[in-house]
């Protein structure tokens, strides 16, 4: 397994060759679809190519941060610590590309995955000192976890309640960060809390533990989409009828969009005007989040991306299969995603400061024009759906 492990993340560090997910065609298109099967071929087909480029750059980003890590822990210190901080924020850019691939029925949910690696919101004193309890968390209490090891993180993961986050990209955010109670900057935590800070070394056990776990709950989301998994076969992806795959899909972006972004992660920051309801609250990088999640789904909805470590990608998109049905409607779906991406990139960082603002300022509207945004794209992949006609049976 070990080295299976290790193949696998060699291969991302030599670099993905420039492969897709290549297929027999399917039946021809049943009278009366609006689009035909040769488009949704050609769709589906780029959406899995798509998923391997994502994941691959979402490990291969992983993977350096890990090494970050373990140049902190072989040379502590404020640039070393600096460097891993850095290489978290950009690795978190990449990852958070490939949320469009949540809510779809795929290796992401299906492998139960997601709260390994993207669990929130958390309760910061499951894993260490808080401000107001300095001896709280698994790092200041070994009767919790007497040896610290990515396996026994995973074990108390949600514990004995969801906020209860042991593992994942949050949980390294507060270990690398600390609280934020800054109105000027994201947490303060010292280099000095892995070197001569009270179980400094159950912190740096801490750190790298759930740092190797993130890199291989990734390599194994990666993994399922393979297009080495497709050359010879179909693949589980493809055996599912491609209408149903397409629901899932437009579920899946559909989801997102509304669900997570607009509700979720901003409508309810709004309201609360809280630090706490902050995605990434630690470390300020919320906007970042929010502009990869609709850099992942403009990849979705054009076929095109251009990863960081290999070569661009394009193919048809999920507009191509609504075009195919009606033009007129993927015209109104990406009129609206400009708007979404335009709204969204105005967002004035840091998030929080953005949502505590008063409620007529700049900052704050600017979340609200975002989320408005995001639900009229939600409406118009509505439509779209009615358009392409996913629930109607044919023979």
Not at 221 to 230: C, D, G, T
Not at 290 to 299: C, K, R, T
Not at 351 to 364: K, L, R, S, V
């Amino acid at each position: 397994m070990r080295f299976r492990l290790l193949s696998i993340i060699l291969a991302f560090l030599l670099g993905v060759s420039s492969l897709r997910a290549d297929f027999e065609y399917f039946i021809e298109t049943p009278e009366g679809q609006p689009f035909s099967n040769k488009v949704a071929f050609e769709f589906l087909s780029n959406y899995a190519t798509l998923a391997w480029y994502l994941y691959s750059d979402a490990v291969r980003s992983a993977v350096e941060f890990n090494m970050a890590v373990y140049r902190f822990r072989k040379e502590p210190g404020a640039e070393t610590f600096a460097a891993a901080k850095a290489t978290w924020v950009e690795a978190r850019k990449i990852y958070g590309r490939t949320e469009v691939y949540r809510f779809s029925e795929g290796p992401i949910d299906n492998m139960e995955l997601e709260i390994l690696i993207n669990a929130w919101p958390i309760d910061e004193s499951y894993i260490d000192y808080t401000r107001d309890d300095p001896h709280s968390g698994i790092v200041n209490r070994p009767e919790m976890l007497p040896r610290i090891t990515s396996l026994e993180l995973r074990k108390l993961n949600q514990a004995g309640g969801e906020a209860n986050v042991s593992t994942g990209w949050h949980a390294i955010e507060f270990l690398l960060w600390g609280q934020d109670h800054f109105a000027d900057g994201p947490g303060r935590r010292q280099w000095t809390d892995y070197t001569t800070a009270p179980n400094a070394d159950r912190r740096m056990a801490y750190l790298v533990a759930s740092t190797e776990l993130l890199r291989s709950q990734l390599v194994a989301v990666a993994q399922e989409w393979s297009l080495a998994n497709y050359d010879n076969h179909t693949g589980d992806f493809f055996l599912k009828r491609p209408t149903t795959l397409i629901k899932q899909i437009m579920r899946g972006v559909t989801s997102l969009a509304g669900r997570e972004l607009a509700a979720e992660r901003m409508s309810l920051a709004l309201r609360s005007k809280s630090q706490e309801d902050e995605h990434s609250c630690f470390s300020d990088t919320t906007h970042l989040d929010l502009i990869a999640n609709v850099e992942g789904l403009e990849a979705i909805l054009t076929g095109e991306f251009d990863p960081v470590y290999a070569p661009p990608v394009a193919g048809k998109g999920l507009l191509d299969l609504i075009a195919d049905a009606d033009r007129e409607a993927a015209d109104t779906v990406w009129e609206k995603f400009v708007a979404v991406k335009e709204r969204v990139e105005a967002i004035e960082p840091p998030f929080d400061q953005a949502i505590m603002a008063e409620e007529h300022t700049p900052p704050f509207q600017n979340v609200k024009a975002a989320v408005q945004a995001l639900w009229t794209l939600v409406y118009a992949l509505a439509d779209a759906d009615e358009v392409l006609q996913l629930d109607v049976k044919r023979s």
